[in-house]
């Protein structure tokens, strides 16, 4: 009987690792797939001219350049007005609320906020900034309906690095005299700054992909944007007008590949930028 | 228990020296929980008082009392007078930073700043305005002379922090609490998590710098509070989820040798704790 116990006990350990080892490969499988895929469609439209020249005709032929451009534009304007303000969000809750149910309430509309589906933030970017604020397709417009996106997902990652920060660190601060303010700008931001870097840079990697927000909010010209107020096309929402039109699926297949190295990179840097930070604190 | 002292030979010693603080009728909350009751006590200044009794007899919270320390705690509350140099620090108009420039603190964690030591130590000096480099160099050398930490960092001055091992970081706290010049010292467990020379360094820089600077260390360590000491409080929570008390206060060596009260001589003898 006893001897019986044990068997059965090996057994499901052994099923148990089995089951969580597959679920692991999976998820590795499934974004070896995707890279795997895209990659040897992409690899062949992937030269230099395609990079760095212009569509000719009905994108029949030529490359991507303008829409290189549109959405690294666009990320980094949305960037640019989501950071600080989803910072100093972060700040307002982890220091300075009394933790109470009116930031239990925020922190809920946050997550709400993050969770409302792309597509319903581009119509309401259409409808507030596009038409509402007279911005009309542009960049800018883009820009804001992405931070609307972005400012959840920055500001719960701020929220979580500020406080990461040990309380022993802000207490030897106090405990020279600093206000809270002097601690929160000289230990607490600092100390936080790598996790929220990441963040940051994750977010970006989530705005360069995003394609319904855009397409209501920036148009689909083809255009390389100058000024916040011009309008253009992003590189997701050119590989799937691509896709749609099937005239020149090479070309929607090299988009989708220089897309994913964009945002792999994005990732790839957020990594090493945690990475660096825990070995300087440690 | 809050007569206690009022008990006392008015020619007692206790009545000697100046008072830096004084306590009255102190009860601390921790929310509903009533963690320290009815604590009077009297600290003197240019002196080293000791507050020793077993964990979680209160005497970390009411070290943190003295320079509104636990205002940075949600959820507690401090009745009665705290008076320093006779000045309510809970009296309205009283700001925590100032007071807690006045009367600095050391951790039982060392908890130098992620940044060089030079940094570390100038940290309360620009706080407070210090600008120009050849001042905090000064600030700098002389906290860290002081801290018994010059000899073996003065010429890494521009490495972290947190590079130095446990004992030179606590004593690089110190260094930067000295920096901003305080009247007072508050220490809790200074040396629980730091090597045996580095509490040999700190015991001694405590006794070098009482002659500026009030010190009270919160110890769970008898031999500690009996060498380092002048007076010595022994606080105890008789029962779990009771108040915890002030039992007895008084020169260190009277307290050691010639305990009044029971629970005193019990502890100090070793028979709970």
């Known amino acids: 009987m006893r001897s019986l116990e044990r068997v059965d006990k090996r057994l499901t350990n052994g099923l148990a690792l089995g089951v969580i080892w597959l679920a692991a490969i999976t998820t590795v499988a499934a974004l070896g797939a995707i890279l795997l895929y895209v990659v040897v469609n992409g690899i062949g439209s992937l030269t230099p001219a395609f990079i760095f020249t212009w569509p000719h005709g009905v994108n029949m032929e030529g490359g991507i350049w303008p829409t290189i451009q549109s959405t690294v534009y666009v990320t980094a304007l949305a960037m640019l007005i989501t950071t600080p303000v989803a910072v100093l969000a972060a700040v307002y809750l982890a220091e300075y609320a009394v933790q109470g149910r009116l930031v239990r309430t925020i922190r809920f509309a946050a997550d709400s906020l993050a969770s409302v589906p792309s597509i319903v933030m581009g119509l309401f970017g259409l409808a507030a900034f596009v038409e509402g604020a007279g911005l009309k397709f542009s960049v800018l417009a883009a820009a804001l309906a992405l931070s609307f996106l972005l400012l959840p997902i920055v500001m719960r990652t701020t929220e979580e690095a500020i406080r990461s920060v040990p309380r022993y660190a802000r207490w030897g601060s106090y405990g020279l005299g600093a206000t809270k303010w002097q601690t929160v700008s000289r230990i607490v931001l600092p100390s936080a700054t790598p996790r929220i870097t990441t963040g940051v840079i994750l977010a970006a990697g989530r705005a360069a992909g995003e394609t319904a927000v855009v397409i209501y909010t920036m148009g689909t010209m083809i255009n390389a944007p100058l000024f916040p107020s011009d309008g253009g096309r992003t590189m997701p929402v050119h590989l799937m007008l691509l896709a749609q039109d099937g005239i020149n699926l090479h070309a929607a297949y090299g988009t989708a590949l220089v897309l994913v190295l964009m945002v792999l990179a994005f990732n790839i840097v957020a990594r090493w930028v945690s990475r660096r930070n825990r070995s300087m604190q440690g | ?273």
């Open chain 2, 1 to 273: 228990m809050t007569d206690k002292l009022a008990s006392q030979d008015p020619g007692d010693v206790l009545s000697a020296g100046a008072d830096k603080f004084t306590v009255d009728g102190l009860d601390f909350f921790y929310g509903a929980f009533n963690a320290l009751s009815g604590i009077d006590v009297r600290i003197k200044e240019h002196a080293v008082t000791a507050f020793i009794g077993p964990s979680g007899c209160g005497k970390s919270t009411f070290l943190r009392c003295l320079n509104r320390m636990n205002d940075l705690i949600p959820g507690t509350r401090c009745e009665g007078k705290v008076r320093l140099d006779g000045h309510d620090v809970y009296g309205p108009g009283v700001d925590p930073a100032d007071l807690r420039r006045r009367v600095g603190m050391i951790f039982q964690q060392p908890n130098p700043f992620p940044m060089t030591i030079y940094d570390n130590v100038a940290y309360g000096p620009r706080l407070h305005g210090m600008r120009k480099r050849a001042d905090l160099d000064a600030v700098v050398e002389e906290s860290l002379k002081r801290a018994n930490v010059w000899k073996e960092v003065k010429d890494i001055l521009g490495r972290g922090g947190l590079t130095l091992s446990g004992g030179q970081q606590q004593r690089l706290c110190i260094a930067r609490v000295l920096a901003v010049e305080p009247e007072v010292l508050l220490m809790d467990e200074p040396c629980s998590a730091i090597d045996p020379t580095s509490v040999q360094k700190v015991e001694d820089l405590m006794a070098e710098l009482k002659d500026r600077i009030t010190i009270v260390i919160v110890t769970h360590n008898m031999q500690q509070a009996a060498r380092v000491s002048d007076y010595t409080a022994f606080f105890l929570q008789e029962l779990a989820g009771e108040a915890a008390h002030l039992i007895e206060f008084d020169r260190t060596a009277t307290l050691f040798t010639t305990p009044r009260d029971r629970r005193t001589e019990d502890y100090i003898t070793g028979r709970f704790g």
